[in-house]
């Protein structure tokens, strides 16, 4: 398919929609071990061009104008215990509100996916006083006083739910009139049969393991190019007043989009900072999500390695032992390290091996530039049988390679904007 982007876990459904039954001790299926929400399939707006052929920003080098800001731009995140008890679920808070106005309400348990774009939150979780304008339906599916409905498909299921128009404030900061998908909406009934299709069904607050998604991605709409050229299956529709919908295009204005990237200043993408964990996990962990690449003083690319993402698809290379995998991406949404191994021990769809292994890889991004960061992989009923909740050494097998949460921790992970000018220069790219 024309412009068609794949980022994060949706192209790994198969291979990751069991997480949802993955099992701790003894192989009993437990909620408190199953994996994080990954990301969904997403056609891109058309590539804006080549990355530039930055790479490592040594504090010598020159770098790029990029407007600054003092506008607060920290936003906390936390990795604890959640009501649905999922290891690795990284969460922040969210606030909501009608467009223009203080009508708002702020949404606690939502999680931090830099493996996706945009805003989904649950329909119960907005009070019955706060309403929000319905994005109306493209009139070239035939409806013209419909409302615009959405699937969003992630490697562990699905989202369904009407598009609406909101006011997104986190930090300092203000997205304003943005498009957001209201899960299991009431006014969008019915799932469409191949949205339905795609896996389990993530409507509430036990299916989706959280509140809502924050997606804070590569890119900045969750489409893009494709949806705005064709009326594409299991994304946009067409809903009329009776609960019918019909695939529909959408307009790039009215996609679901990365609020971050609307907000007036430190727009170019997200600094995800975590202390360190021991091996043995942690209960909790407090970190910072920073809003821009090198606007402000706290957010600085320092001498940190850029390694650019393809610019329609969002992956870089990971090479582990001599094999290169290709759709390798960085994604806080997926709460292990997935990979695929011949040699380490596997239970269910985790890793399981008598004694924690010590493993290394190389990433590569487009521009050629390389970094290699040693992991390790300890055994996963071990880690489900303490009462932590944040551990940089769980993980299981998929035929791609996935740095998720684990990663996070010790580091300052950067996810810089496709096209948005950064002192590295454009996105999309990561930096460590």
Do not use: H
């Not at 997480?19 to 990954?38: E, K, R």
């Not at 300092?172 to 009934?189: F, Y």
């Amino acid at each position: 398919m024309t412009n068609k982007r794949l980022l994060a876990l949706g192209f790994l459904m198969a291979v990751l929609a069991g997480l949802s039954g993955c099992g701790g001790g003894g192989g009993n299926s437990s909620s408190s071990d199953t994996a994080g929400n990954s990301s969904p399939t997403t056609p891109s707006s058309p590539a804006s061009g080549a990355p530039t052929a930055s790479a490592s920003v040594p504090a010598s080098a020159p770098v790029a104008t990029v407007p600054q800001s003092t506008i607060p731009n920290v936003q906390p995140i936390v990795v604890t215990s959640t009501p649905t008890q999922t290891r690795n679920m990284l969460t922040t808070r969210v606030t909501v509100c009608a467009p223009g106005t203080s009508n708002c309400v702020t949404i606690d348990n939502v999680q931090v996916d830099t493996g996706s774009q945009g805003l989904r939150v649950l329909a119960s979780q907005l009070p019955a006083s706060l309403t929000l304008p319905a994005v109306p339906a493209s009139t070239s599916a035939g409806t013209i006083n419909g409302v615009s409905g959405e699937c969003g498909v992630f490697g562990t299921g699905y989202t369904w739910g009407a598009v609406r128009t909101a006011d997104v404030r986190m930090a300092g900061q203000l997205a304003p009139s943005l498009s957001i998908q209201v899960i299991a909406d009431p006014s969008v009934p019915t799932v469409p049969s191949d949205c339905a299709a795609s896996g389990l069904p993530m409507m509430t607050p036990t299916a989706l393991r959280v509140n809502g998604i924050l997606g804070v991605g590569l890119f900045s709409a969750d489409c893009g190019g494709g949806c705005i050229a064709s009326a594409l299956p299991r994304w946009y529709y067409a809903c009329d007043t009776t609960g019918s919908c019909v695939s529909s295009t959408q307009p790039l204005d009215q996609q679901v989009t990365n609020p971050i990237s609307r907000f007036a200043l430190d727009n170019n993408g997200v600094v995800i900072d975590l202390p360190t964990v021991g091996p043995g996990g942690a209960a909790t962990v407090y970190g910072s999500m920073i809003f821009g690449i090198g606007t402000q003083a706290n957010n600085t690319l320092g001498s940190t390695t850029v390694l650019k993402a393809n610019t329609t698809t969002g992956y870089v290379t990971t090479s582990l032992n001599g094999q290169p995998y290709s759709q390798s991406f960085i994604d806080s949404g997926s709460n292990g390290l997935f990979f695929p191994s011949t040699t380490l021990t596997r239970c269910g769809v985790w890793w399981c091996p008598a004694s924690t292994q010590s493993l290394s890889a190389t990433l590569t991004g487009v521009n050629g530039e390389t970094t290699s960061p040693d992991f390790s992989i300890a055994n996963a009923q071990t880690l489900f049988a303490t009462n932590n909740y944040a551990f940089n050494n769980l993980g299981g097998p998929s035929s791609a390679f996935d740095w998720g949460l684990p990663f996070f921790f010790g580091r300052r992970i950067y996810t810089a904007i496709e096209s948005r000018l950064t002192s590295a220069g454009n996105g999309p790219y990561y930096a460590f």
